[in-house]
């Protein structure tokens, strides 16, 4: 069993930065890929990031290539979401989850509680 726990989400300007972490305990990250979803009242989950366990391979999606960097440090068991030019349709509850390198968020049987993202205009 994954334990995920998330931190860094807050309530912060358009146009500005904001940096999400992924903590892992248990049986920490070994050989999981962690990805990013996110969720805004009355839509569904959608993805958003996702990185191999080794750190070699990212994929972004559309809305947020350029503007997110997803990176790991395996040594600390943490994933980080670095985000940048937040926009107001960023606002949502960002969740980590471990599983297989994938966009889909069926591929991830383990998740965090989710930490709340909210960008103001």
């Known amino acids: 069993q994954v334990q995920l726990v998330e931190s860094g989400g807050g309530l912060v300007q358009a146009g500005t930065s904001l940096r999400l972490s992924c903590a892992a305990s248990?049986?920490?990250?070994?050989?999981?890929?962690v990805g990013w979803f996110r969720q805004a009242p009355g839509k569904e989950r959608e993805f958003v990031a996702t990185?191999?366990?080794?750190?070699?391979?990212?994929y972004y999606a559309d809305s947020v290539k350029g503007r997110f960097t997803i990176s790991r440090d395996n040594a600390k068991n943490t994933v980080d979401l670095q985000m940048n030019s937040l926009k107001p349709e960023d606002t949502a509850v960002y969740y980590c989850?471990?599983?297989?390198?994938?966009?889909?968020?069926?591929?991830?049987?383990?998740w965090g509680q989710g930490t709340q993202v909210t960008v103001s205009s």
């Open positions: 248990g049986r920490t990250f070994s050989g999981y890929a």
């Open positions: 990185i191999r366990y080794s750190g070699s391979t990212t």
């Open positions: 989850a471990a599983g297989s390198y994938s966009g889909n968020p069926t591929n991830y049987p383990f």
